[in-house]
T-cell receptor, first 111, second 114 residues
């Protein structure tokens, strides 16, 4: 069945460090891929998405490229800030109402 | 726009009690969802409603019922709460049911069942 596997956390980085959070997927068909972010005490919100192979999603300095050959959608940011501390969820959708989430990766950025 | 709102924010129940979690959205979205979030398990879909008047089971529907009261509101009911239902519950809505769907989430309801 369809699923998402993302790296386990927690991840702790110093401010201005480079961030990578790995995400791989298994899906039938041609999924769209998403990264959602959950800040403390809040619901999830869309960070970025890509709807077809080789698309790059980007937002707030974060990027992820849809790699069909490696079934991956890794999240990257060149220089993290304390305000980026949150839980990040990789997700995929293959059809109507069929959104699958990874288990989430908690990121803590220290000054 | 308030987006997606949920009430209550926090609730404590005793085993066997019932309660209804309320959700409303003001974005005129057709689809609405209920998820539960448990440590190490991400979000799991409980029920969804693709349009007003329709509801369908998700991955973990046992012990829950839902009502799509109108286009704005989608409630989740626990008829007889169990400790295994201790979780954080999120409601979401979306404006397009397809592979480009973006879901918008409420702030969550934290439920503790003793």
């Amino acid at each position: 069945g369809d699923s998402v596997t993302q790296m386990e956390g927690p991840v702790t980085l110093s401010e201005e460090a480079f961030l990578t959070i790995n995400c791989t997927y298994t899906a039938t068909g041609y999924p769209s891929l998403f990264w959602y972010v959950q800040y403390p005490g809040e619901g999830l919100q869309l960070l970025l998405k890509a709807t077809k192979a080789d698309d790059k999603g980007s937002n707030k300095g974060f990027e992820a490229t849809y790699r069909k050959e490696t079934t991956s959608f890794h999240l990257e940011k060149g220089s993290v800030q304390v305000s980026d501390s949150a839980v990040y969820f990789c997700a995929l959708i293959t059809g109507a109402n069929n959104l699958f989430f990874g288990t989430g990766t908690r990121l803590t950025v220290i000054p | 726009n308030a987006g997606v709102t949920q009430t209550p924010k926090f609730q404590v129940l005793k085993t066997g009690q019932s309660m209804t979690l309320q959700c409303a959205q003001d974005m005129n979205h057709n689809s609405m969802y209920w998820y539960r979030q448990d440590p190490g398990m991400g979000l799991r879909l409980i029920y969804y409603s693709a349009s007003e008047g329709t509801t369908d089971k998700g991955e973990v529907p046992n012990g829950y019922n839902v009502s799509r009261l109108n286009k704005r509101e989608f409630s989740l009911r626990l008829e007889s709460a169990a400790p295994s239902q201790t979780s954080v519950y999120f409601c979401a809505s979306s404006d397009f049911a397809g592979t480009e769907e973006t879901q918008y989430f409420g702030p969550g309801t934290r439920l503790l069942v003793l």
